[in-house]
């Protein structure tokens, strides 16, 4: 596809402060790894894999009112005719989309929903998808046309891991009355610790309120505060924090920070209110406790020190990455383009059968072409096999006659493998339509070892949630699929493990993992791994099933590194509606064990 990504022009992308300025580089450097025509229009400091587009010439930082971001978004959408889609990442790109009809165009709602942008976005109508960032944004203007909910992510790499913490508490926020600096600061007294915070100045409510009240509470070696910081400071003020502290008032879209502060091993202390309890599994990564309780923040603050710094950042690599992220906006971006208008609205699980039909006629037609360069491999060798056989078979000793027949086994399996996969194919087009029903994960992963005939002792099955909504035959087709292929990648006796577990990042889903023990994914290929491809049909035609088949259960497909090695391939799809995702009462549970100099989980 060819899409433009619109940042604000005051700020590089990606580093500077805020998810205006990170999601847009993330999303611009993903697409183009993936093989997809990028443009970029940010400031003319920003970095880019992308092609990067200054409209302003090098003067966006004069000044940041509308007559500078005016000219910036107008020149973006007079190229809207170039590309296929439009993402805008400032507040006035749906002003503009609701006066084009030609180009789709997708807006992330980066600002809180304010009375007045309520008003403001409910005249955009469905001219542009409006993208929340989380669901208590979503939830808080029922009114509005919200298209899809996709969290903020990260990438990983880009956070050193801190498992030495360096005795302090962070806080990282607006200066603004309502962002929580105060409560924090609280915090920091009661508990006698120091304080490092980075605070955000740039609007006048938040300069007044720093000079005025913050201002003199921090005056003392106990506080150190920066202002905006470049990311390799932000990053080390917080890996070397005991924990954050996000004591906001909950009207964040998204907690990113916090995220941030997990994929670099520090927990998350907060209230329990907006989004964050999307972002924080208590115990886990981080706890929450009632808003306004101070007692309770320093007690949870305190207990942070005890979680294992490596669950946190293992926390924002499952639910938080910037491939999940882009997963789902490409998700997006293509039913706008399929479609020609947004995706339905929030909630909305609705489809268009016939132009679902439609997709996957175009899609099975990819596949099919692809499978019949799998097809021709295994049976050029098949051939070859069999004539040497034919004509030389009478003189091969019993070694190279035994090398022949493991050669001829072997491309007859891989025939066949192709041929299952031809068949499930078949299974694709007639699942267009059709309506999931609770599947019990145990017995059709048990289904699933006994078809592949594998030993018990290599099947390692750990389920915390016991069932899902899925069409069973589609779902045995995925596990299938994604347990065969982990068993090719492993070495023999290697044990792959299948595991279902709450998705963190999408209430209501569940996410199923079977991960292997073999080399892993490059990270140049974990994007296109999913798509049939003329390209690169290493992989056969497989996983581009299990996308085919997860898409049309409202999931989604990816993969990520296995902590240790090896890969995890990962489906989200719909969880049963009563499962309860609290450990069983005979299940063991973690137990806090001091040693003489640390705290750890056993």
Known sequence: MRILQLAPPWLPVPWASGSEYLVPGLLSDGLVHGGHEVTLVASHASRTRARLLDVLNGHSGVSRDIATLLPHVMAAFQRRGENDVVHDHTELGPALATFVNDTPTVHTLHYPLTDVRRLYLGQVGPRAALVAASHAQASCAPELPIAAVIHHGVRPEDYPLATTPDGYLAFVGSASPDGGAEEAIVVAEQLGVRLRMALDVSTPAEREHWATVLRPRVDGPRFDIVFSPERLVMNALLGGADALLVTGSGTEPFPLAAVEANACGTPVVGFAIGALPEVVEDGVNGFLVAAGDHDLLCAATERATW????????????????????????????????????????????????????????WASTVLTAAGHDLRNPLTTIVGLAETLIENGTRLDADSLAAVQRHLLSSCRRLRSTLDDLLDVRHVMRRVGSLAEPVDLAQLVSDVAADLAIDDHLLDVDLRVPECLADRIGLKHIVGNLVSNALEQSDEGQVVTVRSFPDQARPGMTTIAVEDRGPGVPDDRKQSLFLPSLDDI??????????????????????????????????????????????????????????DDSLAVD
């Open 307 to 362: 979680l294992d710094r490596s669950k946190c950042r293992a926390h924002v690599v499952e639910g938080f990455s910037a491939t999940r992220m882009l997963t789902d906006y490409h998700a997006l971006y293509r039913s706008a383009v399929e479609t020609g208008h947004v995706s339905p609205g929030y909630g909305d699980r609705s489809a268009d059968s016939s132009t679902e039909a439609e997709s996957h006629l175009e």
């Open 538 to 595: 290493r992989d056969g035609i497989g996983l581009a099933i299990v996308s085919a088949l997860t898409q049309l259960e409202r999931g989604q497909a990816w993969v990520t590194d296995r902590p240790g090695g090896g890969a995890s391939f990962r489906v989200s799809l719909p969880n049963r509606p009563a499962v309860s995702t609290a450990p069983r009462a005979d299940e063991k549970q973690p137990q806090l064990v001091r040693s």
